[in-house]
């Protein structure tokens, strides 16, 4: 079972030193039952915030005491509140951007090759990145001793801990003695992942020195495959992810199902702001807190709400309300997601592995798209690196730009001469060169890329289930192959007149199909389907519906008996988990569509509620009952086909329901 308490809040106090009477009205008693009453367990105060002012009584740096902080005891008094009603109280502290040290120690700036901060000297921002390789390092475990000796400290939450390219005269140094050529920006990338991971193991070492039961987390407002070398460095792992903001609402669906198989206990991250942080006096609409609270619970993680404290003290009863209606649902709730794990059939290998993406906006489109398109068809899967088995998988995707290495490829083939299968798409399954396919089981042999683009699909047959026979237009340029001996071709590729270019064009945009067939579109061997065109890629950038159809009929037979289907439209997002010890499993169905009402976010505003859902399940486990939870009302299910069916009546926003096994 997990330790994490399910209904948290992340205080924000970024609080700039010109602003007077800082918690000049706080009340620790007030402040506190406010929390209290809006079901909250968890609260992370702020002990240091990004303008680089400390909130306590700080004996080691006085001067860097917000000089207009009126109650010196505010976070002191802060945990003592919450402890008394036995509400945990972690403590922020930021890392990387400091305002106050940015100006008191320029020289500990992060710089770019060509010697320039991350933040210009007039910009409205305290985004001016420190590099921990300085000596700041030492100033920051003098103040994390100092929060020790002032507070209790239940865990740490170490703000924007992120890879950065530093030329600073430290990191030049450093790659000097290591022979290291720092003008080479690869070799100063790779130094930069060597040295962070060595920060946050000296930093957490340092850490559990000073309490070895202290929880830690370093945020970078994102999970990746670069993660994993550090993780022994983290308690538990945070997926902060504000749709509403500047991840969107495609960050958190990739994100979970990565970081869930880290085998670290995950906490989900929202905010309660209309748009992004420091959003003052704005609200999300509570159909949108709930979506992504409720989707946080279906996904294995403990919630976070993001709020900011005024500077006056005073917390919002307002907003507490907004938070109250929906922490209330997952205290009722909670109780069927506790220790949860999830139950799939799919897994995708990340290709964030191999682009060493760090930001939450480098998620590849290809994985963007493959996770739309999955959550989209009901399946269930997760996201997974090279360094996770295989062997527990139904059905392995490559999308788009996954490249096999030797060893990889080794693995896939015995992955699939056991009875895996595998879905591939255009260069998923390419050698890192780039210059020929990593194994023959795709089927294909390369001939280079595609002669023509746009270039035309004519689906046919089983992978033209649901679809017109003609031809579907393609409009990301593939790759030319060649279907080896003993592969099927499902699909055929059709060629145009001409490309377009100025000496040869047709109409406003491609010339239409020849009618010819040119090349293999989709092919088929064995255990393994191979798509030629970036279908992933392609969904993000204008989704065709004809290239979801292709995909999940491909899926249906590779996988024609998958843990969950539903019979709800594509808006329905579906998952299954287990509670092992309880002998049960839990499906989780939520209905909300996010609106594209405005330029800059998406907006849920409306729940529409859907009658009459029916539900099939395929698990290794006789069922004794099935109910709605937490309403506690039994549905009848009946077998059939050796699956478990049953229809939920209303799905109104979110709906759980309980599997009891016999």
Known sequence: MGHLPFRQIHLDFHTSGKIPGIASQFD???????????????????????????????????????????????????VKELHERGIRANIYTTIQWDEFTSKQHPEWLIVDSEGKPTAGLYDATFRHSLCVNSPYRDFLKDHLADVFNHVPVDGLFLDIVGLNDCSCRWCRADMEKQGLDASD??????????????????????????????????????IAPSSRSSLDCYNHLEAESLPSGEWGYDHFPVVVRYARTLGKELLGMTGKFHTSWADFHSFKNQASLEYEIFHMLAMNTKCSIG???????????????????????????????????AITDIAVLNPEEFNLATR????????????????????????????????????????????????????????????????????????????????????VKLIGDAPYSPDFLKPEGYIGQGLRQTEHVMYQKGLQVEALSGSEVLCDTYTPYFNRTWE???????????????????????????????????YIQNAPYWVKRLVLNAIDTLLPQPVLKHTGPKSVISAINEQSELDRAVVHLLHYIPESKSDETLIIE????????????????????????????????????????????????????????K
């Open 185 to 222: 920006p690869e070799q100063r990338i790779n130094f930069a992942v060597e040295m962070i991971n060595e920060f946050k193991h000296d930093l957490s070492a340092f850490i559990r020195e000073l309490d070895p039961d202290c929880e830690i987390f370093y945020n970078a407002g994102h």
């Open 307 to 341: 709020d900011q404290l005024h500077p006056n003290g005073l917390i919002s009863p307002e907003t507490y309300e907004l938070i109250g209606n929906v922490y209330s649902q997952v205290e009722q709730k909670e109780a069927w997601c506790e220790g949860a794990k």
């Open 504 to 538: 040869h064009f047709c109409s406003h945009m491609h010339a239409p199909s020849t009618g010819e067939a040119g090349y293999p579109g989709i092919v088929k061997n064995n255990n393994v389907i191979y798509f030629m065109h970036p279908v992933f890629g392609q």
């Open 606 to 661: 409306d729940i529409i509620p859907l009658h009459q859902l029916g539900v099939s399940v395929n698990i290794n486990h006789d069922v004794k009952s099935v109910r709605l939870v937490p309403e506690d009302k039994e549905i009848e299910f009946e077998y059939i086909d050796g699956r478990i069916e049953f229809t939920v009546p209303k799905l109104e926003g979110h709906q759980m329901v309980e599997l009891a096994y």
């Open 28 to 78: 620790a008693k007030a402040f506190a039952d406010m929390l209290e009453s809006a079901r909250v367990n968890s609260v992370c105060c702020f002990s240091r915030c990004h303008h680089g002012l400390m909130y306590f009584n700080s004996t080691v740096h006085p001067e860097r005491i917000h000089p207009n902080l009126t109650n010196p005891n505010l976070l002191v008094e802060q």
């Open 360 to 443: 939450f906006d480098d998620q590849p489109d290809s994985l963007r798209g493959v996770t739309k398109i999955l959550v989209e068809g009901g399946q269930q899967f997760d996201i997974i690196d090279t360094q996770s088995e295989l062997e527990s998988y139904k059905l392995i995707i490559l999308p788009d730009d996954l490249p096999l290495d030797e060893t990889l490829a080794k693995r896939l083939e015995n992955y699939c001469n056991n009875g895996g299968k595998i879905l591939a798409s255009y260069k998923g399954g390419l050698t890192p060169a780039g210059d020929q396919f990593a194994s023959d089981i795709f089927g």
